[in-house]
């Protein structure tokens, strides 16, 4: 195994930085599909074609959450084979995530295109962007089968250590998505079905090379792809309660998405493009957390516990710093942030009061993501489910009802955010201090 990609030795803050910041590009670049389009949709089309975007592409983060647990889970795995140097099981692992992959993108996109119409008049969508917003979810549903395929590829990647590879793709696939987009939407003016084949068309563009390459780096043809049904139970074991982790919270993102469109339309864009600008810090702390989950893998597998250590104090630092920077100069320049997604100075306005509410306090997330990561890279997925459903689905779900119910304004919904992250934090940093002395803790 080619150990120039082993976080296990040398400096970990230098490791951390190095793995980190390809990491934070390629999710950049992920999220530029949706951002472009909005781009695009807000500034040719209005403001209730960007509300038609924002309310119902959350349902396909919904339906591949159980697949983005198991490509967690299959990281995991491989993250540990890699660092154990098991080559053997490394390819067990990657095999079988793949099939995993394919049959599940294909039975989740039959599954969407059958209720999305149900799920976006549940949602309380608005009559007046139904037709739009039914319109563009049942294109943007074909994308699924490559986000799952992109992503397993990907975790598995960037579980032996290489985060750059899937960054250099995602970099391709996100200008491929602006020339999409300008095609569909400023050249041959297909209006929210264009935004939505723009984002299909760059998808699996990714999937495509990603997955190509990855089978062709390990050999993978010259390999027999019978299902070894010990890896499969190992990766759901794993991956399916951070499955169901990540579908929960997206639902009780869509009871917060549903609680906003009861506001009106103006509002509905505001979130919209207020969750766009939050990508801003939300990324980098989501590549922290990757690549803590990488590193306790690897580690582990090493058997270096005492660097876990280190590293998880190291890692919160950084994290805290650089995300309290963004989060100031995100502060004080965001009518002009904001402004760049939606021209509306309605739309705008409204935003302002969402982020001043929440991004003061976005520090406590990088703490929630990173120590979290730890204990899902050390495989204790259940422990992290029941933080992680206890908080920021179900508490955030009560104060969403108390909230809404007592003040009924958009800086009620938005302070459900800080207020779950802290507790989330809070029971993470505490199962870590109960932990990490526990050579127990480390063995799956």
Request: proline residues 2%.
């Amino acid at each position: 195994m080619n150990k120039k990609y082993s976080l296990t030795n040398g400096s970990i803050l230098k490791g951390f930085i190095n793995f980190a910041i390809p990491l934070f590009l390629g999710s950049l670049f992920q999220q530029l599909y949706g951002t472009v389009d909005l781009l695009f949709v807000g500034n040719i089309l209005g403001k209730n074609d960007a509300a038609a975007v924002g309310s119902s592409s959350i349902l396909v983060t919904c339906l591949i959450g159980l697949f983005t647990g198991i490509s967690v889970g299959a990281g995991i795995v491989a993250s540990q084979c890699w660092g154990a140097n098991n080559r053997k099981k490394l390819l067990f692992t990657i095999k079988n995530s793949l099939m995993m992959g394919l049959f599940g993108g294909i039975i989740l996109t039959g599954i969407g295109e059958l209720f999305c119409k149900q799920a976006l008049q549940a949602l309380n969508t608005p009559e007046a962007i139904m037709a739009h917003a039914l319109l563009y979810i049942r294109i943007y549903l074909l994308s699924i089968l490559p986000m799952i395929l992109y992503n397993m590829s990907a975790g598995i990647l960037r579980a032996m250590g290489d985060s750059r590879t899937p960054f250099l793709i995602l970099a391709a696939g996100g200008f491929l998505n602006v020339c999409m987009d300008a095609l569909f939407i400023g050249f041959l003016h297909l209006g929210v079905a264009g935004a939505a084949f723009a984002t299909v068309t760059s998808q699996l563009f990714t999937a495509v090379v990603l997955t190509a390459f990855l089978i062709k780096r390990e050999k993978l043809l010259q390999e027999n792809w019978c299902i070894d049904l010990n890896m499969i139970r190992q990766i759901l074991f794993l991956g399916v309660p951070l499955g169901f982790q990540s579908m929960l919270l997206t639902l009780s993102n869509l009871v917060v998405q549903f609680c906003i469109n009861g506001f009106g339309e103006n509002d509905i864009a505001a979130f919209a493009v207020y969750f766009k600008v939050e990508n801003l810090i939300y990324l980098p702390i989501m590549a922290f957390g990757q690549t803590m989950v990488t590193f306790t893998g690897q580690n582990i597998g090493a058997r270096q516990i005492q660097r876990i250590q280190k590293g998880a104090i190291q890692c919160n630092l950084l994290s805290m710093g650089i995300i309290g920077l963004i989060s100031g100069i995100v502060l004080l320049f965001g009518k002009e942030i904001l402004g760049l997604f939606c021209a509306d100075e309605a739309v705008v306005a409204e935003g302002l009061r969402i982020i001043h509410v929440s991004f003061p306090f976005y520090f406590i997330y990088s703490i929630l993501e990173i120590t979290g990561s730890i204990i899902r890279g050390a495989g204790k997925s259940l422990q992290s489910m029941a933080v992680v459903i206890a908080t920021l689905c179900v508490l955030r779900t009560i104060l969403l009802k108390i909230f809404g119910f007592r003040w009924h304004t958009i800086e009620a919904v938005a302070a459900v955010y800080p207020i779950s992250w802290f507790c989330a934090a809070t029971l993470f940093v505490g199962i870590w201090l109960y932990y990490k002395n526990k050579l127990s803790f480390y063995e799956s």
